[in-house]
Structure formats: structure tokens, C-alpha cells
DNA sequence: CGTCTACTTGAGTGTGTTCAATGGTAGTGG
DNA sequence: CCACTACCATTGAACACACTCAAGTAGACG
């Protein structure tokens, strides 16, 4: 609940887009012809800091830089946390057709972001094929993302539920170009708990199994993959 | 997995778009004077019939005119359902990013389609602003859904999946003019049990409890809603 | 009318929850 | 630098919900 300003110590903070560190993931540089008119760089969060409240107008899509964001529901005072976005990722698609922001969005840690219009995307889309394709596929991915995410949490245990958590962790990372088995997770237990349906104890009693066995060391907010196949193993991420 | 041919005895198989059913709720109808060239108009497809098998490249939307279609995919020889699709609903918008459909598609009752050739949709988006606005729409729209699936699938326990299951029908058959209570399953039990991610024995018994505390009435594939409101509070749609 | 499949019901088991207590860690102030 | 606080995480014990296994019933169809 603090929204207080600290200044922002990333490193990124003052990296220019060319070398910016999710390279190709970022997509106002693959239309950087085309978009650097609707395009606001380097916006700053700092921790807890909430971006956007849920209700708002729709206005902007969030990319992030550096950082990471969650996404969540308020129902009677309750948080109910739908998505954690990491660099690269693109935030509020499914805020268009609602002209509202169907979630709140808040800042886990430190996090820049850079910022596109949706009005003047909507123009490039039918200025732009290239704009038009990309924003397309971004849309199908998203529906592709939340369909196995369904599929997941329907279908699967707590265990298979947590370890598909961290393995996605692990796989985002990877395709952004951190291939690191070390993995600080941005968000509480809690939160982890709360995304995840399950309570905090029983990630917590499952980290510790999972240490038992072998597959993860875990040091509070610092995760180590020990056992790579055995968590995606369990992940089930085929199903 | 019977494929052969069984005549189409659905009433509104003769139907012409002007009287057509889901009304307003028709795409290519809102589009008349742009989509007629893009649109294949009421193919049909019979009870049990694969209308895509998982894997084949994507080239067209299903829209439904009447009827049903259930999603899956198969993992280890065994389905695994992620939606199910009532008239006025659009099918294939996940497979865009693919250019391959990631889901195979089949019919749960005789059932009636209008296709889009997405080439041609995409060409027409270009062109024209108002297909451009109602695609975006139409795809975050799919985007909000699923979030909100997620969040109940990872939330809820089995009565209030199944209530949220069954009063979802009730309220999309409502979206489209038909305010009945009395809803007529076109899946069956293990259909929705594999969809909600628990066993058909457990929907039973959930089943005949609702059937106790008089909020719904059970006969086969039938069901009466008796109770809406106390339906609704089960299933915690807010949430 | 009999067969096949779908659905329902029952009994026992297990996973994950709730409630409760304890252990750790980060931040604050003396 | 240590003590104190507050919050977060871990662990334990008892309970409950949903599962598995098993038997029984109803409905569809030849």
C-alpha cells in the first residue's frame, strides 16, 4: 500500500532500446519505423506501486522493460491475482474490447515499462499489415496462453500446479535469453498461493518436498533448479 | 467416433440469415455488406463429427449458427476438453498465432457453421475500421473470458465450478434472447466433468444435492433452474 | 427383450485445508 | 550493533472435500 517513491536502482534503467536486454522480445523496437510515434519510453514503477487501478479507462498497453507486474481482481476486499508479466511481456489485451481496465495492475518490484496507445495502434494496425499481423498474433497468443493455463489448473494437482509455476518461470526467462536455472521469484508465497488456488502452506510444504527430493534448493525468494527434467516432469506441461 | 452421415433435422437448418437465430449476435450479419464474400454460409456438421483434427493449419473461423461444438486436445490418447461453443459463439481464434488449429473441434449435436477464411479477414481489417474494431473486441472479449475462467478454475471447488458451469449456459443462452430456465445439456456428464477438472461421479452427486436443496431440477440431459439467484450466489460469478 | 452405455449411489481413502504454534528475516530505532 | 517489531514462511495435527473402486440403476437402441 505504499506508493511512495524510491528511486529506481535497475540497472536497465538507463540502457538505450538498442541494447535493451529483452532484444527481440520487445516489440516497439521490431516496429520501430512505425511505432516510436505511439510509442512512451521507460515509464518507472517503483515496489507495490500500483499502475493502474482496475475500473479506469482503457487508454495504453503496457510492455515491460525491466521488472515485473502482477495483474489481479478486487472482490470484496479480496486480491485475486491473474497473471505475473515478466520483460518482454505485454499487458492490458484484454482491456480493449471493455474500453475499462478489467484488472488492476501493481508493480512487484522496481519496474520501467514502455507504453503504447491503443487508439494510434489501432490506426497503425490499418495503416501497417506488419502492425496488424503482429498485434493479431500477440491477441491469439494471449488466448492460447490462457486456454492451457485453464487446462492446467483444471487438470491438475497442487504439486503439479506449482511445479508447472516455476517451470514457466524458468521457460520465460529462457526464451527471453536467461537460460539461468537460478530463479528469484518477484512475488510472496502468497501471492504464488493465492495465483495458484492453493494456500501458502501447501507451497510451502511442497518447496520443502521438492527440496527433499531433490529437484529445487530453495533459500526464501531465491529458487535453484536442481532437477530440470524432473520438474517438467511433474510440470506435466504436455498436458 | 462415428462419422458417418445422419440427416440434419435441426429446425433452423433452412433458416435465412435474416431470420437466423443468434441475431444481433451474428458477425457476418453486423458485416453484411463487407463479409458476404468471405463467408461460407451453414455448413453442416452431424452429432460426433470431427470438424478439425488437432494440427491442421489454420485457414478459417467457425462461427455457429445453431447447434454445438466442443474443443480439445489429446495428450496421451486421452481429450481433454477447454471449451465448449453454443450458437453465436466464434471457434479458432486461438490458432492464429499457430497458423495451425491447436485444438481439434467436434460436434456435440447436428450442428450448423458459418466459416471465415481468416486471409480474407485479416485483408478486410486492413480495409475496413469496423471489421478492424469488432476482431480486436471479439479477441480480447476471448482474452477476458479465459482470465476469468482461470481465476474460477483455480479458485472454486467442484459445486461451485459445476454451478458456475451450469449458470454460465444459462447466461449465454440468455445473451442470445433465450432467457429460459430449462437448459438442455448438449454434453455429456464426462464431457463436463473432464472440463471442470473433476470426476463424473462427483457432478452426479453434485448434481442430485442441487436437486435436494430445490435449486435445480435434474432429468438426464435436462435441467430446470428453480433457484437462479441461489445459483448465482453458488456460483460466485463475481469472483 | 436383451445389451450396451451413461449415470447414480455407496464406502473407504487421500490430498489439501483449516487452525494453531513456531521459526526466520527485514526493517526500525535505540 | 543489537534488540524489538512486524511480517512472512514453515511445520504439525485434525478435519473435510473430492477421489478411487465398486456395485447398482436407468435410458437408448437394435
Redesign the interface.
Known amino acids: 500500500m505504499q506508493d511512495i517513491y524510491k528511486p529506481l536502482r535497475s540497472k536497465s534503467y538507463s540502457v538505450p532500446c538498442e541494447l535493451c536486454s529483452i532484444g527481440s522480445m520487445c516489440i516497439p523496437m521490431l516496429l520501430n519505423n512505425t511505432l516510436h510515434t505511439v510509442l512512451n519510453r521507460k515509464h518507472e514503477f517503483t515496489k507495490d506501486q500500483v499502475v493502474i487501478h482496475e475500473g479506469t479507462p482503457f487508454q495504453k498497453l503496457f510492455i515491460i522493460h525491466s521488472g515485473a507486474l502482477k495483474t489481479y481482481?478486487t472482490?470484496?476486499g479480496v486480491e485475486?491475482i491473474?497473471?505475473f508479466y515478466l520483460p518482454g511481456d505485454i499487458v492490458g489485451?484484454?482491456?480493449?474490447?471493455?474500453n475499462k481496465y478489467?484488472?488492476s495492475i501493481k508493480a512487484l518490484t522496481n519496474t520501467l515499462t514502455c507504453e503504447l496507445e491503443y487508439d494510434e495502434v489501432?490506426k497503425l494496425?490499418?495503416q501497417n499489415?506488419q502492425v496488424?499481423?503482429m498485434?493479431?498474433?500477440?491477441?491469439?497468443?494471449?488466448?492460447?496462453n490462457?486456454?492451457k493455463?485453464?487446462?492446467s489448473?483444471?487438470?491438475k494437482n497442487a504439486e503439479e500446479k506449482l511445479a508447472s509455476f516455476i517451470y514457466s518461470l524458468y521457460s520465460r526467462y529462457a526464451q527471453r535469453g536467461h537460460t539461468s536455472l537460478n530463479i528469484k521469484l518477484s512475488m510472496s508465497r502468497s501471492d504464488i498461493a493465492n495465483?495458484?488456488?492453493i494456500t501458502i502452506e501447501t507451497v510451502s510444504r511442497i518447496l520443502t518436498r521438492m527440496q527433499e527430493t531433490e529437484i529445487l534448493s530453495v533459500k526464501g525468494k531465491y529458487i535453484s533448479i536442481k532437477n530440470i527434467s524432473a520438474l517438467a516432469r511433474l510440470a506435466a506441461e504436455?498436458?
Chains 1, 2 share one sequence.
Do not use: E
Request: aromatic content about 6%.
Open positions: 481482481v472482490v470484496n485475486q491473474n497473471g489485451l484484454d482491456s480493449i474490447s471493455n478489467n484488472n489501432k494496425i490499418s499489415a496488424r499481423d498485434i493479431l498474433d500477440l491477441m491469439s497468443k494471449d488466448i492460447l490462457y486456454q493455463l485453464v487446462l489448473y483444471s487438470q495465483y495458484l488456488g504436455n498436458i
